[in-house]
């Protein structure tokens, strides 16, 4: 199974409201990683989990809260967010926190209105 | 922090002719270079990849070099086909994963 499954597809939310993202790995990764990706653009790297702890944060604003319950799972929690944080939000997982042979999932497409 | 250009933005090529992107990066310390690419409405796909201890790399179709005093890598695709229409990122890391960076990515068209 070589396989990053993230829930929901897609999301549309208001700026009031709190939601998550979650996704889901049984590579063994020892990984996990949360990017933000515009239309048109790269992927922009958010936050890395290494051995379930938190190694890289990339300046994200506090609205933006990464949970890491264990080295399968990694969850991105929502609140209060702008309509400028509209995208794809990937996860990706590697066998370790050296981003090598990196598998991405297929992203939630989120919408803040 | 490492910086990592691509260049064509797009590309298009007819059916069975080839296609060839290209990178360079700024940090010296970078010694992993994945290709991936990216359907529409997709996450970004691993399609190959090199490390700074090979000059190059084949599967199939594809290929990678990577010239690493220069500082640039490149993806071949060779016999194109409909299916290869996407958007292809390539991509430098260092040992340690902390800077791992797109570049900014070529949208490929390939016309039948």
């Known amino acids: 199974d070589t396989e990053v499954t993230q829930t929901p597809k897609h999301l549309v939310m208001g700026m009031t409201n709190k939601k998550s993202l979650k996704c889901e790995q049984h590579?063994?990764?020892?990984?996990m990683y949360w990017y933000k990706q515009k239309a048109k653009k790269p992927p922009e790297l958010m936050f890395v989990?290494?051995?379930?702890?938190?190694?890289i944060n990339e300046s994200v604003p506090s609205r933006f809260s990464p949970e890491c319950p264990n080295s399968s799972l990694l969850n991105l929690h929502l609140h209060a967010l702008q309509p400028e944080d509209s995208a794809l939000y990937l996860c990706?997982?590697?066998?370790?926190?050296?981003?090598?042979?990196?598998?991405f999932g297929q992203g939630t497409r989120l919408t803040v209105v | 922090g490492e910086n990592v250009e691509q260049h064509p933005s797009t590309l298009s090529v007819q059916e069975g002719d080839s296609a060839v992107i290209k990178c360079t990066y700024s940090?010296?310390?970078?010694?992993?270079f994945p290709w991936y690419k990216q359907e529409l409405g997709k996450g970004p796909q691993l399609i190959i990849d090199?490390?700074?201890?090979?000059g190059e790399k084949k599967d199939q179709r594809i290929a990678v070099t990577l010239n690493k005093t220069a500082k640039h890598f490149s993806l071949h695709i060779t016999e194109t086909q409909p299916e290869d229409s996407a958007v292809y990122f390539c991509?430098?890391?260092?040992?340690?994963?902390?800077?791992?960076?797109f570049g900014p990515g070529t949208r490929l068209s390939v016309l039948p």
């Open positions: 989990y290494s051995y379930e702890k938190l190694s």
């Open positions: 090199i490390r700074s201890n090979v």
């Open positions: 940090d010296s310390a970078s010694n992993y």
């Open positions: 991509a430098a890391a260092d040992n340690y994963g902390q800077n791992f960076v």
């Open positions: 590579m063994g990764h020892r990984a």
């Open positions: 990706a997982s590697s066998q370790d926190g050296s981003a090598t042979e990196a598998f």
